[in-house]
Protein backbone atom coordinates (compact mmCIF):
# COMPACT_ATOMS: atom_id res chain seq x y z
CA UNK A 1 0.00 0.00 0.00
CA UNK A 2 1.41 3.20 -1.02
CA UNK A 3 0.19 4.48 2.13
CA UNK A 4 1.09 8.52 3.36
CA UNK A 5 2.61 9.01 6.78
CA UNK A 6 2.53 13.11 7.68
CA UNK A 7 3.37 15.30 10.97
CA UNK A 8 -0.39 15.13 12.71
CA UNK A 9 -0.12 18.99 13.23
CA UNK A 10 2.46 21.91 12.84
CA UNK A 11 2.58 25.10 14.39
CA UNK A 12 4.11 28.20 13.02
CA UNK A 13 4.82 31.74 13.28
CA UNK A 14 3.54 34.60 10.62
CA UNK A 15 6.59 35.49 8.19
CA UNK A 16 8.70 31.69 8.73
CA UNK A 17 9.18 29.09 6.35
CA UNK A 18 7.03 26.24 6.69
CA UNK A 19 8.36 22.66 5.56
CA UNK A 20 6.12 19.92 5.94
CA UNK A 21 7.13 16.20 4.94
CA UNK A 22 5.31 13.56 4.13
CA UNK A 23 6.51 10.16 3.55
CA UNK A 24 5.16 7.55 0.94
CA UNK A 25 7.72 4.53 1.35
CA UNK A 26 5.80 2.65 -1.45
CA UNK A 27 4.67 4.45 -4.12
CA UNK A 28 4.33 3.44 -7.89
CA UNK A 29 7.58 4.20 -10.63
CA UNK A 30 4.87 6.27 -12.43
CA UNK A 31 2.81 8.03 -9.96
CA UNK A 32 2.90 12.06 -9.21
CA UNK A 33 2.84 13.53 -5.82
CA UNK A 34 0.09 16.25 -5.27
CA UNK A 35 -0.27 18.50 -2.38
CA UNK A 36 -4.05 19.62 -1.11
CA UNK A 37 -4.79 22.83 1.52
CA UNK A 38 -7.96 22.82 3.25
CA UNK A 39 -9.76 24.90 4.75
CA UNK A 40 -12.72 24.04 7.26
CA UNK A 41 -16.21 23.40 5.49
CA UNK A 42 -14.40 23.40 1.99
CA UNK A 43 -13.20 21.28 -0.10
CA UNK A 44 -9.53 20.76 -0.97
CA UNK A 45 -7.68 23.49 -3.24
CA UNK A 46 -4.59 21.75 -5.32
CA UNK A 47 -1.25 23.56 -4.31
CA UNK A 48 1.39 21.54 -6.14
CA UNK A 49 2.70 18.52 -7.82
CA UNK A 50 5.49 17.04 -8.65
CA UNK A 51 7.30 13.58 -10.05
CA UNK A 52 10.71 14.37 -8.88
CA UNK A 53 13.52 16.78 -7.85
CA UNK A 54 12.40 20.51 -7.20
CA UNK A 55 9.11 22.21 -8.42
CA UNK A 56 8.21 25.59 -7.60
CA UNK A 57 4.77 27.51 -8.36
CA UNK A 58 3.72 31.29 -7.09
CA UNK A 59 2.73 29.38 -3.61
CA UNK A 60 4.69 26.74 -2.80
CA UNK A 61 7.95 24.78 -3.94
CA UNK A 62 7.91 20.98 -3.54
CA UNK A 63 11.02 18.83 -2.60
CA UNK A 64 11.12 15.03 -3.66
CA UNK A 65 14.90 13.27 -3.31
CA UNK A 66 15.71 10.52 -5.85
CA UNK A 67 14.55 7.83 -4.41
CA UNK A 68 10.84 9.35 -4.39
CA UNK A 69 9.85 8.16 -1.18
CA UNK A 70 9.62 11.26 0.61
CA UNK A 71 8.18 15.09 -0.57
CA UNK A 72 8.38 18.38 1.80
CA UNK A 73 6.32 20.91 0.69
CA UNK A 74 7.66 24.06 1.50
CA UNK A 75 5.88 27.46 2.21
CA UNK A 76 7.50 30.62 2.75
CA UNK A 77 6.97 33.26 4.72
CA UNK A 78 3.05 31.81 6.18
CA UNK A 79 0.76 34.01 7.15
CA UNK A 80 -2.20 33.83 9.20
CA UNK A 81 -4.45 32.75 6.44
CA UNK A 82 -1.99 29.56 5.34
CA UNK A 83 -3.53 28.24 8.80
CA UNK A 84 -5.13 24.63 7.18
CA UNK A 85 -5.40 21.22 6.80
CA UNK A 86 -2.52 20.22 4.26
CA UNK A 87 -2.17 16.66 2.71
CA UNK A 88 -0.04 14.67 0.57
CA UNK A 89 -1.55 12.43 -2.14
CA UNK A 90 -0.36 9.76 -3.76
CA UNK A 91 -1.96 6.67 -5.82
CA UNK A 92 -2.61 3.51 -3.77
CA UNK A 93 -2.97 0.20 -5.03
CA UNK A 94 -6.38 -1.14 -3.16
CA UNK A 95 -8.32 -4.51 -4.64
CA UNK A 96 -5.87 -4.76 -7.45
CA UNK A 97 -7.08 -1.33 -8.78
CA UNK A 98 -5.18 2.03 -8.41
CA UNK A 99 -7.31 4.67 -5.81
CA UNK A 100 -6.39 8.55 -4.81
CA UNK A 101 -6.40 7.72 -1.06
CA UNK A 102 -6.17 10.74 1.63
CA UNK A 103 -4.13 10.36 4.46
CA UNK A 104 -4.65 12.08 7.57
CA UNK A 105 -3.01 15.36 6.95
CA UNK A 106 -1.23 17.97 8.40
CA UNK A 107 -2.89 20.66 10.59
CA UNK A 108 -1.16 23.83 10.40
CA UNK A 109 -1.53 26.60 12.89
CA UNK A 110 -0.27 30.43 12.22
CA UNK A 111 0.33 32.29 15.18
CA UNK A 112 0.72 36.11 15.13
CA UNK B 1 -16.32 27.76 -15.87
CA UNK B 2 -18.67 26.35 -13.36
CA UNK B 3 -16.03 23.26 -12.16
CA UNK B 4 -17.78 20.85 -9.93
CA UNK B 5 -20.78 21.14 -8.64
CA UNK B 6 -23.13 19.04 -6.18
CA UNK B 7 -26.47 19.72 -5.20
CA UNK B 8 -27.82 20.05 -2.46
CA UNK B 9 -25.58 21.69 -0.50
CA UNK B 10 -27.25 20.75 2.85
CA UNK B 11 -29.71 18.18 3.36
CA UNK B 12 -31.40 16.25 6.71
CA UNK B 13 -32.92 12.83 6.42
CA UNK B 14 -34.30 10.51 8.75
CA UNK B 15 -33.50 6.82 9.39
CA UNK B 16 -33.93 4.58 6.49
CA UNK B 17 -34.58 7.49 3.40
CA UNK B 18 -32.69 7.83 0.70
CA UNK B 19 -31.50 10.54 -1.73
CA UNK B 20 -29.11 11.10 -4.91
CA UNK B 21 -26.54 13.16 -4.11
CA UNK B 22 -26.10 15.06 -7.75
CA UNK B 23 -22.30 16.02 -8.68
CA UNK B 24 -21.54 17.53 -12.48
CA UNK B 25 -18.47 18.67 -13.97
CA UNK B 26 -17.87 20.80 -17.30
CA UNK B 27 -14.16 20.40 -17.61
CA UNK B 28 -14.62 17.27 -19.55
CA UNK B 29 -12.61 15.01 -17.21
CA UNK B 30 -12.48 11.25 -17.59
CA UNK B 31 -11.93 10.46 -13.92
CA UNK B 32 -14.76 11.42 -11.36
CA UNK B 33 -14.66 10.62 -7.50
CA UNK B 34 -16.58 10.87 -4.30
CA UNK B 35 -15.32 11.01 -0.67
CA UNK B 36 -16.79 11.57 2.70
CA UNK B 37 -15.42 13.76 5.55
CA UNK B 38 -16.67 13.15 9.56
CA UNK B 39 -15.50 16.09 11.45
CA UNK B 40 -12.03 17.21 11.89
CA UNK B 41 -11.29 13.38 9.84
CA UNK B 42 -9.67 13.19 6.72
CA UNK B 43 -11.48 12.26 3.19
CA UNK B 44 -12.29 8.47 2.77
CA UNK B 45 -12.86 7.55 -1.19
CA UNK B 46 -16.58 5.88 -1.41
CA UNK B 47 -16.15 5.58 -5.01
CA UNK B 48 -15.11 6.56 -8.23
CA UNK B 49 -15.25 6.26 -11.80
CA UNK B 50 -12.68 5.96 -14.81
CA UNK B 51 -15.19 7.34 -17.26
CA UNK B 52 -18.29 6.47 -18.84
CA UNK B 53 -19.62 3.44 -17.84
CA UNK B 54 -17.15 2.42 -15.27
CA UNK B 55 -17.18 2.69 -11.35
CA UNK B 56 -15.31 0.92 -9.01
CA UNK B 57 -15.20 0.69 -4.90
CA UNK B 58 -13.10 3.11 -2.90
CA UNK B 59 -12.61 2.63 1.07
CA UNK B 60 -15.81 3.00 2.17
CA UNK B 61 -18.50 1.85 -0.15
CA UNK B 62 -20.66 0.53 1.95
CA UNK B 63 -24.53 2.01 1.59
CA UNK B 64 -23.49 3.57 -1.16
CA UNK B 65 -24.34 3.14 -4.70
CA UNK B 66 -23.28 5.03 -8.13
CA UNK B 67 -23.43 5.39 -11.85
CA UNK B 68 -21.58 7.09 -14.27
CA UNK B 69 -24.16 7.39 -17.33
CA UNK B 70 -22.29 10.62 -18.72
CA UNK B 71 -18.87 12.21 -18.72
CA UNK B 72 -20.18 14.79 -17.07
CA UNK B 73 -22.35 13.69 -13.78
CA UNK B 74 -21.67 10.91 -11.09
CA UNK B 75 -24.28 10.70 -8.51
CA UNK B 76 -24.28 9.15 -5.11
CA UNK B 77 -27.24 7.16 -4.11
CA UNK B 78 -27.84 6.47 -0.70
CA UNK B 79 -30.32 3.93 0.54
CA UNK B 80 -31.70 3.32 3.72
CA UNK B 81 -29.82 5.90 5.43
CA UNK B 82 -28.06 5.44 8.89
CA UNK B 83 -26.85 8.43 11.02
CA UNK B 84 -23.43 6.78 10.49
CA UNK B 85 -23.15 8.50 6.94
CA UNK B 86 -23.89 11.86 8.63
CA UNK B 87 -21.01 13.42 6.63
CA UNK B 88 -19.85 15.74 4.42
CA UNK B 89 -19.67 14.38 0.99
CA UNK B 90 -17.04 16.23 -1.28
CA UNK B 91 -17.22 15.29 -5.40
CA UNK B 92 -14.15 15.60 -7.46
CA UNK B 93 -12.88 15.16 -10.87
CA UNK B 94 -9.49 15.10 -12.95
CA UNK B 95 -8.17 14.55 -16.11
CA UNK B 96 -5.26 12.14 -16.31
CA UNK B 97 -2.60 12.30 -13.63
CA UNK B 98 -3.47 15.94 -12.95
CA UNK B 99 -5.01 18.13 -10.49
CA UNK B 100 -8.15 16.90 -8.60
CA UNK B 101 -10.92 19.73 -8.56
CA UNK B 102 -13.50 19.61 -5.80
CA UNK B 103 -16.87 20.61 -5.81
CA UNK B 104 -18.45 23.13 -2.69
CA UNK B 105 -19.37 19.99 -0.85
CA UNK B 106 -22.72 18.39 0.48
CA UNK B 107 -23.30 18.88 3.83
CA UNK B 108 -25.63 15.51 5.14
CA UNK B 109 -27.16 15.07 8.23
CA UNK B 110 -29.44 11.45 8.85
CA UNK B 111 -31.53 11.75 12.22
Same mark, same amino acid.
Given at each position: ???????????????????????????????????? =? =? /??????????????????????????????????????????????????????????????? /??????????? | ????? $?????? %?? !? %??? &??????? $???????????????????????? &???????????????????????????????????? $???????? &?? !?????????????????
Amino acid at each position: LAKTTQPISMDSYEGQEVNITCSHNNIATNDYITWY =Q =Q /FPSQGPRFIIQGYKTKVTNEVASLFIPADRKSSTLSLPRVSLSDTAVYYCLVGDWMDSSYKLI /FGSGTRLLVRP | NAGVT $QTPKFR %IL !K %IGQ &SMTLQCT $QDMNHNYMYWYRQDPGMGLKLIYY &SVGAGITDKGEVPNGYNVSRSTTEDFPLRLELAAPS $QTSVYFCA &SR !KGTGELFFGEGSRLTVL
